[in-house]
């Protein structure tokens, strides 16, 4: 036995030597394998195998459910990987959904606030003119309204002086009149009540 070798090694290779010499042997003669009896020499693997001691079969047995369990455990660890892998792809892609809508909403929001500045700068602007409007029209209405009480002032002063030359004209014919026949009237002026 070479130094190193494990029980399942030796085990290995009686399985290896039963395999050559009787499930596929290269027979010579009738059962004779190279001068070997497949069932002699079957019977003296089984023999070895009997002949070995029970820890290092249980150690066999307990390597190859060793054996197992690291290929489970293999399986079981690549589909926590590959769940783990699926989830995080999932997570990248709700996280990615979920940063899209965010900025679609803030970008909305955002022409929102544009568009509501935008509107109150244009009804500021559309307030500013109906006002600078308003003060133009008012301006123009003092205007007329000056030049009508004007007009109309220049008017009465037309007609009272009209009154007044007419007064004045009947006060000398009435004075002329009384002049001419001799009676004086009395001065006295006039109140209008």
């Excluded at 307990?62 to 590959?82: G, M, P, Y």
């Excluded at 004075?175 to 006295?188: D, H, I, V, Y």
């Amino acid at each position: 036995m070479e130094l190193g070798m494990t029980t399942v090694d030796i085990l290995r290779m009686l399985d290896e030597l039963h395999a050559l010499v009787v499930e596929r042997p290269t027979t010579l003669v009738g059962k004779l394998t190279w001068g070997l009896n497949a069932d002699e020499a079957s019977m003296q693997i089984h023999k070895i195998r009997a002949s070995l001691p029970n820890e290092l079969k249980q150690a066999s047995a307990r390597v190859r459910e060793s054996e197992k369990i690291a290929v489970s455990a293999k399986e079981d660890a690549h589909q926590v990987l590959e769940s783990a892998r699926k989830d995080a792809e999932r997570i990248i892609l709700d996280g990615r959904k979920e940063a899209e809508k965010i900025i679609e909403q803030a970008k909305l929001q955002q022409e929102r606030m544009v568009s509501d500045h935008e509107i109150l700068k244009i009804a500021k602007a559309q307030a500013e003119e109906l006002r600078k409007a308003g003060e133009r029209e008012a301006t123009q209405i003092r205007r007329g309204a000056d030049s009508y009480a004007l007009d109309v002032l220049d008017q009465l002063e037309t007609i009272t002086g009209k009154l007044v030359a007419a007064i004045d004209k009947g006060k000398q014919e009435i004075s002329r009149t009384s002049e001419a026949s001799g009676t004086a009237l009395p001065r006295e002026k006039a109140t209008l009540k």
